[in-house]
Structure formats: C-alpha cells, structure tokens
C-alpha cells in the first residue's frame, strides 16, 4: 500500500503557479518527502525532496506542514512541458520504494 | 554525462522464451533497483540490491531473477517470460552514502510477450 495519498488528477493554467498537494500521516520521523515527475512514459525525473524544512531549487519548491503530515509542491509558473504525473514518495533511505499513482498535472494554454 | 541506460528500450517476443534486460550506471552508485509500470498501478518495485552480490526482493519479484556481480550492471532476467509480464520496465540507481540521495532513472524497456 502506498504511504502517500495523492489527488488523480489537477489543471493548472500556463504561468500560473500549480500547487500540487500529497498526504504522507503516517510519516515517521527519518523519512524524506520526495518528488518525482513522469512525462508520457519517460523515465521518472528527480524534482525535490525535503525532510522538515522548506526547500527550493531551480524547478520548484517544497513546502512541509509543520506537523510532516502532508507537503505541497510547488512549480511557480507552470509551462506545457510541465504537463506529467507526479509522484510523492517517502523513504527513510532504506532500500524499498513504493509510489503510488501520482497526480497527473494537466498544464492548459 | 551521468546516465542509467537500459537495453533493449523495445522488445516482442513469444512466451517461454528466456530474455534478459541490461541495466548499466556511470555514476558509481552503490544501490540499484528494478521497476515495472502496469497502467492503473504506478511504479512496482521487483527488485533491488544495496551493493555488489546484494540483492533483495521487492514487492513483485515472482517471476524475476536479478545479479549484481559488478557495481554498474544490474540485469534483469525472465527465465520463462509469460504474457502478464508484458510492461513497462524501468531501471534506477542511487548513492547509498548519505540516506536521502534520490534514484536516477533510466529512460524504459517496454517488453510485449505474445
């Protein structure tokens, strides 16, 4: 069973900021939130991670409740290339991975 | 270039017939890992090994074998592929040193067994 809880699907207008939300209430206290992105059938692409702080990097930032239930990603000014399924993970750097189905992230002109 | 390739990107074969998927890093990467993607499903982990002769079950392995008989090399072999194992399969690499390095990916083998 997937340790995060992700909406199917979301829109998001080209240049608008998509907020991307993820639930992770079962985290423990070692885990990382990462963010993964897959384009059509691609190989998955590195986003961000993060584990209590807020965190930012060229593609996006990373926003952590303070609690660590549940993060958002942020990408600040959506373009069509951004259009993907986006995958939440948690992972406390053991070796098993599990990713759920993601949010698929629809960018509109 | 940092890169995880994965051979062959595209195959068709028939049931029974004994085929292997090559997976190969650059970045010296102690951990690897194999995944399906099944529509509906997301990402399955099949296998994975945290270093040279190190392997360990994921979550869908029946039906698998893997070896890691060298650090950058990691294949994945169907003894005798059957039809459920038509998918889209995908290799990823990641540092072990410090825990929360993030896997690279390669870019897929989609393998169609008749």
């Known amino acids: 069973d997937a340790k995060t809880t992700q909406p199917p699907s979301m829109d998001c207008a080209e240049g608008r900021a998509a907020n991307l939300p993820c639930n992770h209430s079962?985290?423990?206290?070692?885990?990382?939130v990462y963010w993964y992105r897959q384009i059509h059938s691609q190989g998955p692409q590195y986003i961000i991670h993060g584990l209590k702080n807020n965190e930012t990097n060229e593609m996006a930032s990373l926003i952590i409740t303070e609690d660590r239930k549940s993060s958002t990603l942020i990408l600040p000014h959506a373009t069509l290339r951004d259009t993907a399924v986006y995958y939440c993970i948690v992972n406390d750097g053991t070796y098993k991975y599990i990713f759920g189905t993601g949010t698929r992230l629809k960018v509109l002109a | 270039e940092a890169q995880v390739t994965q051979n062959p990107r595209y195959l068709i074969t028939v049931t029974g017939k004994k085929l292997t998927v090559t997976c190969s890093q650059n970045?010296?990467?102690?951990?690897m890992s194999w995944y399906r993607q099944d529509p509906g499903l997301g990402l399955r982990q099949i296998y994975y090994?945290?270093?040279?002769?190190?392997?360990d079950k994921g979550d869908v392995p029946e039906g698998y074998k893997v070896s890691r008989k060298e650090k950058r090399n990691f294949p994945l072999i169907l003894e005798s592929p059957s039809p459920n194992q038509t998918s889209l399969y995908f290799c990823a690499s990641r540092r072990t040193g410090s825990s929360n390095q993030p896997q690279h990916f390669g870019d897929g083998t989609r393998l169609s067994i008749l």
């Open positions: 090994s945290m270093n040279v002769e190190v392997t």
């Open positions: 079962t985290i423990s206290g070692n885990e990382y």
């Open positions: 970045m010296n990467h102690e951990y």
